[in-house]
């Protein structure tokens, strides 16, 4: 058949395949879709309490991101950076509840490469995984809680955490540890408009210059330290008068 083509047998097969409805229509005037619909703008995370954490959870998140990003000779750390309170808006959210994943059966164990597989949303990773925690020290330490510890006993727990060798129950040490330090990494270098990198101190600690809109005039400035103050999806203070 000289006169078919792939394209031909391609669209034929398409238009055979879908409800006469479904087919290609022309838009005159107006856009098929609404703007920003699968995209909001992101909520602005306030200076409000702790909106997820109960007292117990907060101070070991607080005492956890304390050991994990401190503060020392290089600059502020996670608590000066309010990564507890990034990571306690992303729990009261939509990625605390896992609505973005899929998060059904079967739960047969499933291989490292295969990332998060546990049966719980985030937020009921964090509710179920920080109590088994100090109860687990609680043992090892006679009643203490994680937050009631040394920062060597601090950073020994934790390393038994990360190591999946600490006995949390039906909760895989393991698996709570990746999360907690991929949402601690986060809340250090994330935009300020989600409630951690307060002030750009993880920005400023590297020389990221944020969401800048024009970095034309230092794109081939190589080995250059950038002059200028960096910039979140707010803007800085100095544009804001405060």
């Given at each position: 058949m000289p006169n078919v083509t792939r394209r031909g047998v391609l669209v034929t097969g398409l238009l055979g395949a879908v409800p006469a409805a479904s087919a290609a229509a022309v838009f005159r005037g107006e856009m098929p879709w609404t703007g920003g619909a699968a995209a909001p703008n992101p909520q602005i995370a306030s200076d409000r309490?702790?909106?997820?954490?109960n007292p117990q959870e907060a101070a070991f998140v607080e005492a956890a991101v304390a050991r994990m990003i401190p503060n020392d000779d290089l600059g502020p750390g996670g608590i000066e950076a309010g990564v507890p309170e990034f990571?306690?808006?992303?729990?009261?959210?939509?990625?605390?509840?896992?609505?973005?994943?899929?998060?059904?059966?079967?739960?047969?164990?499933?291989?490292d490469t295969q990332g998060y597989q546990s049966r719980l949303t985030p937020a009921g990773m964090y509710r179920a995984a920080i109590p088994a925690i100090d109860a687990a020290v609680?043992?090892?330490?006679?009643?203490?809680?994680?937050?009631?510890?040394?920062?060597?006993?601090?950073?020994?727990?934790l390393s038994k955490i990360e190591n999946g060798q600490l006995d949390l129950g039906k909760i895989e040490a393991k698996s709570f540890f990746e999360m907690f330090l991929q949402n601690a990494i986060?809340?250090?270098?994330?935009?300020?408009?989600?409630?951690?990198?307060?002030?750009?101190?993880?920005?400023?600690?590297?020389?990221?210059?944020?969401?800048?809109?024009?970095?034309?005039?230092?794109?081939?400035?190589?080995?250059?330290?950038?002059?200028?103050?960096p910039v979140g999806l707010k803007g800085r203070p100095a544009w804001q008068g405060s």
């Open positions: 309490a702790y909106i997820f954490f990571i306690d808006r992303q729990l009261a959210g939509e990625f605390g509840q896992g609505v973005r994943w899929y998060m059904q059966g079967p739960w047969s164990k499933g291989e609680g043992k090892m330490f006679t009643g203490k809680s994680f937050a009631q510890l040394s920062g060597d006993e601090q950073d020994s727990v986060e809340g250090f270098w994330s935009d300020p408009i989600y409630g951690g990198n307060k002030d750009m101190i993880g920005w400023k600690l590297i020389g990221f210059p944020g969401a800048r809109y024009d970095n034309r005039d230092f794109v081939l400035r190589h080995g250059e330290r950038y002059p200028l103050p």
